[in-house]
């Protein structure tokens, strides 16, 4: 197959994280024979062609920066597909990647009958309540697609209600051969616990340093390593010195991954505070690692920890949050990290790809099937 992935946001590799998710697909796609790019018009400011490990990757200068772009977006992103098409020929399929990546291409591909699958991964569309615009954004767009590949269980339940379009779930590709550390682990130097993501209110850090003070305050020795960095970094830097938790925690700011694997390798709990996650990507990670999971009840989690791998905390309480978090430390079993580590298998590249690959075939016309 020939496939044109278009993210309704993207970054170069070498400039951030954003578009892991995108990327870990179509690696996956192009390591089975597929043909495989991705378009991004709404990054940077200058046009970038970038080619690596089997995957072309093209950026054009930033399409809407205002609101008057916005409204002629769609004129504008034809043309950029019209260039694509002169230099590589028609995509057999279309995958989209949030919602606002439809509207710009659904003409184009529907004048040019070409199928469009769609990736929703957002964390807005696994709400339980969606502000009316969303419903109206979705009520509008999700028809204008073949089928919609949500990503958890959860997720895909908030979307069927909204429209039409075949709904199936297929999991994001958690990377075990990057995050394939050392199945030892050793309480020698005491517990160390970790925590990734964006220091914003959804991912509940805050809620994480309440409950690591009722920890302290019962005399349990941690060693606590947030990584990440955001809006409330100032607010959760105070709100450790009040609670005197400043040689407990460490903040070790935004990190690559392979920074995050070396963190990894001294820790043995996995702790997240997040209110909704549409999967849980960081979550999934961490069990790739063989970290036993403490987590609030961020609703798509229960697609993936088992009773041995994790435990979720379902009442956001921050008292049942600490009460896990040492009941994980008493019955915590370095034997166990194996186990732990195979438990996400489900989400590997050799579950997610041939899955991805049979939703990408279905939805091609029969013509294209024989050729």
């Known amino acids: 197959m020939h496939i044109l992935m278009i993210p309704s946001w993207f970054q170069p590799l070498r400039e951030g994280h954003t578009g892991i998710f995108v990327r870990d697909i179509a690696l996956g796609m192009a390591q089975k024979g597929h043909t495989v790019r991705t378009l991004s018009y709404n990054y940077g400011n200058e046009y970038q062609e970038i080619s690596q490990q089997g995957i072309t990757e093209i950026f054009h200068p930033n399409v809407a920066t205002s609101f008057l772009a916005k409204v002629f977006q769609p004129s504008k992103v034809t043309a950029l597909l019209s260039q694509y098409v002169q230099k590589y020929g028609l995509p057999d399929i279309i995958n989209t990647h949030g919602i606002s990546a439809i509207r710009p291409v659904n003409r184009w591909a529907s004048k040019n009958k070409i199928p469009i699958i769609h990736h929703e991964h957002l964390k807005i569309y696994a709400r339980s309540a969606f502000p009316i615009k969303l419903l109206v954004l979705a009520k509008l767009f999700y028809p204008r697609v073949k089928k919609i590949i949500a990503v958890s269980n959860y997720q895909s339940g908030t979307i069927v209600p909204l429209t039409s379009t075949p709904v199936v779930c297929i999991p994001p590709i958690v990377d075990e051969a990057f995050f394939k550390l050392p199945t030892e682990k050793s309480i020698d130097d005491g517990f160390h616990l970790v925590s990734v993501g964006d220091l914003d209110p959804i991912k509940g850090h805050s809620f994480i340093i309440e409950a690591l003070n009722l920890l302290k305050k019962r005399n349990i020795k941690f060693t606590f390593h947030l990584i990440g960095d955001g809006p409330l970094q100032s607010e959760i830097i105070q709100q450790c010195k009040k609670y005197q938790l ?90 166990d990290v194996k186990r732990i580590k195979e438990s996400i298998y489900y989400a590997s590249v050799s579950k997610v790809i041939p899955a991805t690959t049979t939703e990408f075939l279905s939805c091609l016309p029969q013509e294209k099937l024989h050729q």
């Not at 960081?282 to 994790?310: M, N, P, Q, R």
């Not at 040492?326 to 034997?335: F, G, I, V």
């Open 246 to 335: 400043t040689d407990s925690v460490i903040f070790h700011g935004k990190r690559s991954r392979k920074e995050i694997c070396t963190i990894f390798q001294k820790c043995q709990l996995y702790i997240s505070g997040s209110i909704l996650e549409s999967f849980g990507l960081h979550i999934a990670e961490a069990l790739a690692g063989g970290l036993f999971v403490v987590t609030t009840d961020c609703k798509s989690v229960h697609d993936y920890i088992k009773w041995y791998s994790g435990t979720i905390v379902e009442k956001r309480s921050t008292k049942d949050f600490a009460d896990a978090i040492e009941n994980a430390m008493t019955q915590y079993k370095p034997a």
